[in-house]
């Protein structure tokens, strides 16, 4: 099915361990975004990108790598987790469409919890 | 900068009765603003746009909002609310580069 689809849904891990978020899309949107939600502070973006192998940071990118070598993937690296990364994960696309924004189409989230 | 202020944390309705979710921007030019929901353990999903044209704009699942330039206002509303509509709500606007600036949303409770 169409989509964009997030992996894992849950994952627990311990501080200082790499880890590593998946987001694949099938619309072939040009962009595609990465979030996280905490409790008080609604979205705030990560990273974001507007083609294969264009990123940019966001809001909130420090200890976040991100990498887009493919269209449809956006994977999203903890290189070191913090237990301040404790948080849900959305990734997001949206067409890159000239006239302005478009809509952005989530995932349904990594809930990530670091011990 | 852009940004957006959703001004009730939560707000309880009873069924049946009517609803207005608050919605205050920040942007200098002509905004592109969005409503999502969210219901628990599920991603956001898009309830309607507003990019120009008619400042009355209709969504799915009933709902409607009214952006009002004079008050930087994009407000949400539906007439009769159904228990099914208990969910947190955020509010956004388009920025620069594609990019959405999200309120803090507001969880709605319904009473039965």
């Known amino acids: 099915d169409a989509g964009i689809t997030q992996s894992p849904r849950y994952k627990i891990t311990e501080t200082g361990r790499q880890v590593t978020l998946m987001c694949h899309q099938t619309?072939?949107?040009?962009?595609m975004f990465w979030y996280r939600q905490d409790l008080g502070h609604g979205l705030r973006l990560i990273y974001y990108?507007?083609?294969?192998?264009?990123?940019d940071k966001g809001e909130v990118p420090d200890g976040y790598v991100v990498s887009r070598s493919k269209t449809e993937n956006f994977p999203l690296t903890l290189e070191s987790a913090t237990r301040s990364q404790t948080s849900v994960y959305f990734c997001a696309s949206s067409e890159g469409r000239e006239g302005g924004n478009q809509p952005q189409h989530f995932g349904d989230g990594t809930r990530l919890s670091i011990l | 900068a852009q940004s957006v202020t959703q001004p009730d944390i939560h707000i309880t309705v009873s069924e049946g009765a009517s609803l207005e979710l608050r919605c205050n921007y920040s942007?200098?030019?002509?905004?592109?603003l969005f409503w999502y929901v969210q219901s628990p353990g599920q991603g956001l999903q898009l309830l309607l746009k507003y990019f120009s044209g008619d400042t009355l704009v209709q969504g799915i699942k009933g709902f409607e909002a009214e952006f009002k330039r004079s008050q930087s206002s994009f407000n949400l509303r539906k007439p009769s609310v159904h228990w099914s509509d208990a969910a947190e709500y955020f509010c956004?606007?388009?920025?620069?580069?594609?990019?959405?600036?999200f309120g803090a949303g507001t969880i709605l409770r319904v009473k039965s």
């Open positions: 990108s507007a083609a294969a192998d264009i990123t």
């Open positions: 619309w072939s949107h040009s962009y």
């Open positions: 956004a606007v388009g920025a620069l580069g594609y990019k959405l600036v």
């Open positions: 942007y200098g030019a002509t905004p592109y």
